[in-house]
């Protein structure tokens, strides 16, 4: 019985290619094998190259989009509207990230760079409503209940965009939300017809810095796909006088 099973190994060993450990047939998976001449290099370095940029171009076209339009508290142009997009919620609170949003929303609106707030956010279950909790923030940072407008289909950066634009009105916006995601919102929301500034909040680069970098790296694919084919936002509805009424309020 040994001998007819040693056999049977053996000649299962000079059948199968790569290397039977022992006791188990484990197999080694063929290395792929890098091509020989150097033409085939030089045809293989480009097809990397090639698969480089165009990963890359969606990023570099936000980059050159966004040109100088991006400022800081102190130093952008004043407009009428600012534009805080959502950035979730903790136990029903902004999160630190949203906070410092509303932080440099409030500072505009202080130091007069604003007349009016757009809170924009989910508000797609009865237990997480972003718009009400930045509302709720920025009152307690000394902003008007009446200064502050609420967007409840922000779902993501192109509906609030566009409902900015078709639902509120907006036409000319400074945008606040960090820097890692400033520039794909002043694309998208020009697209949508809005002129913008933008903030872009500086933050420490722990590992929710770093999380929002490389998510944006792969947004910015889906940014272009909505520049060009402006689809419809996940909900559209009546169009809203809730910025026109509070900037009359605010004597415009």
Same mark, same amino acid.
């Given at each position: 019985m040994r001998r007819s099973l040693g056999g049977l190994w053996a000649r299962l060993r000079e059948r199968v290619p790569g290397r039977v450990r022992s006791g188990a047939a484990a197999l080694r998976v063929p290395r792929p094998r890098l091509p020989r001449s150097r033409r085939g290099r030089r045809r293989l370095a480009q097809v990397v190259m090639a698969g480089a940029v165009l990963a890359l171009a969606p990023t570099t076209w936000l980059h050159l989009s966004a040109g100088d339009r991006v400022r800081t508290v102190a130093d952008v142009p004043a407009q009428d509207v600012a534009v805080v997009f959502g950035a979730g919620l903790w136990d029903g609170r902004p999160t630190p990230y949203l906070a410092h949003r509303l932080d440099a929303a409030a500072e505009l609106y202080r130091t007069g760079k604003v007349k009016v707030v757009l809170v924009t956010g989910d508000n797609s279950r009865e237990d997480y409503d972003e718009p009400d909790a930045m509302r709720t923030y920025l009152t307690g940072q000394g902003v008007p209940d009446g200064r502050i407008v609420s967007d409840y289909a922000g779902f993501d950066t192109w509906d609030s965009c566009v409902r900015a634009k078709k639902i509120f009105g907006v036409d000319r916006a400074v945008l606040v939300t960090q820097g890692f995601h400033?520039?794909? %919102?002043?694309?998208?929301?020009?697209?949508?017809?809005?002129? %913008?500034?933008g903030i872009g909040v500086s933050e420490p680069r722990d590992a929710t810095w770093y999380h929002g970098e490389v998510r944006d790296l792969v947004a910015a694919g889906k940014a272009a796909l909505d520049t060009v084919l402006e689809p419809d936002p996940r909900f559209l509805g009546a169009k809203e006088r809730g910025v026109q009424e509070a900037l009359t309020a605010a004597g415009r």
């Amino acid at each position: 019985m040994r001998r007819s099973l040693g056999g049977l190994w053996a000649r299962l060993r000079e059948r199968v290619p790569g290397r039977v450990r022992s006791g188990a047939a484990a197999l080694r998976v063929p290395r792929p094998r890098l091509p020989r001449s150097r033409r085939g290099r030089r045809r293989l370095a480009q097809v990397v190259m090639a698969g480089a940029v165009l990963a890359l171009a969606p990023t570099t076209w936000l980059h050159l989009s966004a040109g100088d339009r991006v400022r800081t508290v102190a130093d952008v142009p004043a407009q009428d509207v600012a534009v805080v997009f959502g950035a979730g919620l903790w136990d029903g609170r902004p999160t630190p990230y949203l906070a410092h949003r509303l932080d440099a929303a409030a500072e505009l609106y202080r130091t007069g760079k604003v007349k009016v707030v757009l809170v924009t956010g989910d508000n797609s279950r009865e237990d997480y409503d972003e718009p009400d909790a930045m509302r709720t923030y920025l009152t307690g940072q000394g902003v008007p209940d009446g200064r502050i407008v609420s967007d409840y289909a922000g779902f993501d950066t192109w509906d609030s965009c566009v409902r900015a634009k078709k639902i509120f009105g907006v036409d000319r916006a400074v945008l606040v939300t960090q820097g890692f995601h400033i520039r794909r %919102a002043l694309a998208l929301c020009g697209s949508a017809g809005i002129e %913008a500034y933008g903030i872009g909040v500086s933050e420490p680069r722990d590992a929710t810095w770093y999380h929002g970098e490389v998510r944006d790296l792969v947004a910015a694919g889906k940014a272009a796909l909505d520049t060009v084919l402006e689809p419809d936002p996940r909900f559209l509805g009546a169009k809203e006088r809730g910025v026109q009424e509070a900037l009359t309020a605010a004597g415009r």
